[in-house]
């Protein structure tokens, strides 16, 4: 089954507004990621963010990560149209530790 | 620089046709490697995992199997597609060992059981 729950399943802002997505899990984990996918294509990498880590930045990205609530945040500042994609968190698990499982992912549509 | 190989990018195929996908990694040694499928507008579910030459573990009960016959090739294959096989299949590999970092993914292959 899949660990990460990403909420909201959609987001429609207007460009240079902020954008947050929100992610849960259900157990320990080693590491989270955020992964960006365009319609119909493979996923890119964003970021990454330890299991000792709260809170990680790159760009216009910010990544929180709660262990003691199971859960992360990505946000995006100052969105723009070409950050339309979907969003899925992505965790590693500290069992087995070589499964990446992710959520469903968050759909952004960022107007112009 | 490590790339990632995987096709072909789009199948359509007949009910009860085989399948094979076929995905290679150059530019690293013994990765872990992934295949996924994702149903529109979802996320992924993992289908198998690979950590080293012949060693395949699955993740869900299925019409699919997978096999490794060198370090950096992945294929998956099915004997017999049913309609419900229909969907994104996504290879993917991430460096050895245990959770040491990002997953690399391949452009996807959209499969159609018609």
């Known amino acids: 089954s899949q660990q990460g729950e990403e909420d909201p399943q959609a987001l429609s802002i207007q460009e240079g507004e902020n954008a947050t997505m929100n992610c849960s899990y259900k157990?320990?984990?080693?590491?989270l990621q955020w992964y960006r996918q365009n319609s119909g294509r493979g996923l890119v990498h964003l970021i990454l963010?330890?299991?000792?880590?709260r809170e990680k930045h790159s760009g216009r990205l910010r990544v929180t990560l709660d262990t003691s609530k199971k859960s992360s945040s990505l946000l995006i500042t100052a969105s723009r149209a070409a950050d339309t994609a979907s969003y899925f968190c992505?965790?590693?698990?500290?069992?087995?530790?070589?499964?990446?499982?992710f959520g469903a992912g968050t759909r952004l549509f960022v107007k112009a | 620089s490590q790339t990632i190989h995987q096709w072909p990018a789009t199948l359509v195929q007949p009910v009860g046709s085989p399948l094979s996908l076929e995905c290679t990694v150059e530019g690293t040694s013994n990765p872990n490697l992934y295949w996924y499928r994702q149903a529109a507008g979802r996320g992924l579910q993992l289908l198998f995992y690979?950590?080293?030459?012949?060693?395949i573990s699955s993740e869900v009960p299925q019409n699919l199997s997978a096999s490794r016959p060198q370090d950096r090739q992945f294929i998956l294959s099915s004997k017999k597609l049913l309609l419900s096989d229909s969907g994104f299949y996504l290879c993917?590999?991430?460096?050895?060992?245990?959770?040491?970092?990002?997953?690399?993914f391949g452009q996807g292959t959209r499969l159609t059981v018609v």
């Open positions: 993917a590999w991430t460096p050895p060992g245990r959770g040491r970092g990002e997953a690399f």
């Open positions: 992505a965790t590693v698990h500290n069992t087995g530790g070589f499964k990446t499982i």
């Open positions: 690979s950590v080293g030459i012949g060693q």
């Open positions: 963010i330890r299991s000792n880590e």
């Open positions: 157990t320990s984990i080693n590491n």
